[in-house]
Nanobody
Framework: QVQLVESGGGLVQPGGSLRLSCVGS????????MGWFRQAPGKQRESVAG???????NYADSVKGRFTVSRDNAKNTVYLQMNSLKPEDTAVYYC??????????????WGQGTQVTVSS
């Protein structure tokens, strides 16, 4: 009954900003990393930003300096602050949580996706 709920997407003009949120609920044994992926029409899903359980972050080259990923462990929430948005950022953004189960196996969970459209 694990669920990830995303919010914050919408329509914004080039140069604008949005903040995406992803709230997790349910039974997570151990979270290894949380992050964001995106998929544009006709393209494969790509990793955008991630944060490990230790707090290390990483970003796709295309968003470095513009996007920031953060987390609030007490709220089981991961955020993606997106600044200086470009039309090429238009995509469906998905929250991802990578976990280790009580049996020691990896299990990934995904949000339903939230649409981000950057257009003038």
């Amino acid at each position: 009954q694990v669920q990830l709920v995303e919010s914050g997407g919408g329509l914004v003009q080039p140069g604008g900003s949005l903040r995406l949120s992803c709230v997790g609920s349910g039974s997570f044994f151990r979270i290894n990393a949380m992050g964001w992926f995106r998929q544009a029409p006709g393209k494969q899903r790509e990793s955008v930003a991630g944060i490990t359980s230790g707090g290390s972050t990483n970003y796709a080259d295309s968003v470095k300096g513009r996007f920031t990923v953060s987390r609030d462990n007490a709220k089981n929430t991961v955020y993606l602050q997106m600044n200086s948005l470009k039309p090429e950022d238009t995509a469906v953004y998905y929250c991802n949580v990578a976990t280790t189960t009580s049996w020691g196996t990896r299990r990934d969970y995904w949000g339903q996706g939230t649409q981000v459209t950057v257009s003038s």
